[in-house]
T-cell receptor
């Protein structure tokens, strides 16, 4: 069974600090997708990134960057120069590919608090 | 606009009173699923549907029913809600399984008293 671990339950930083959210996953599939979602206080899930298991290139989008390392089964998310608007719960998720069933397996989330 | 629409957004109900949370998508997606979100547990899958008339249990199906009579709709039914079903519920859809393109609804916050 697949599993996603976000060991950091809560992180608190001061604005403009860099912060990295850790995500470690387990799967027996060779083909899978990894995701990060943001959940602001309003409650909706905001899609941030999807990464195919065959694509290990790191990605940067503005202040956000992602480091995918298959060797360590990790897909970490870094926010550079954090802002108060980054305060949210962040979920890492893994998509299974069994051919007969499909689901996203989510981590338990990391609550990020950015203060002035 | 491509979207998944859930209703209602908020619902407070009493134990045992049947309720339905609706989910509708306008993207002609084959795959739809329901998740519940609880503190410290992340999101867990309740039920999913691969296509019309094809549904199956996820990780936490007890106390829930679903139906998929039309491709666009996937309602979640609680026949006899209990307080332990107080949660935040999300509906999601995708074109096919494991395409990596999941679209989530805005969520339904359910309180059972």
């Amino acid at each position: 069974a697949q599993k996603v671990t976000q060991a950091q339950t809560e992180i608190s930083v001061v604005e403009k600090e860099d912060v990295t959210l850790d995500c470690v996953y387990e799967t027996r599939d060779t083909t899978y997708y990894l995701f990060w979602y943001k959940q602001p206080p309003s409650g909706e899930l905001v899609f941030l990134i999807r990464r195919n298991s065959f694509d290990e290139q790191n990605e940067i989008s503005g202040r956000y960057s992602w480091n995918f390392q298959k060797s360590t089964s990790s897909f970490n998310f870094t926010i550079t120069a954090s802002q108060v608007v980054d305060s949210a719960v962040y979920f890492c998720a893994l998509s299974e590919n069994t051919g007969t069933a499909s689901k996203l397996t989510f981590g338990t989330g990391t609550r990020l608090q950015v203060t002035l | 606009e491509a979207q998944v629409t859930q209703n209602p957004r908020y619902l407070i109900t009493v134990t045992g009173k049947k309720l339905t949370v609706t989910c509708s998508q306008n993207m002609n997606h084959e795959y739809m699923s329901w998740y519940r979100q609880d503190p410290g547990l992340g999101l867990r899958q309740i039920y999913y549907s691969m296509n019309v008339e094809v549904t199956d249990k996820g990780d936490v199906p007890e106390g829930y029913k679903v139906s998929r009579k039309e491709k666009r709709n996937f309602p979640l039914i609680l026949e006899s809600p209990s307080p332990n079903q107080t949660s935040l519920y999300f509906c999601a859809s995708s074109l096919a399984i494991n395409t990596g393109g999941y679209t989530f609804g805005s969520g339904t916050r359910l309180t059972v008293v």
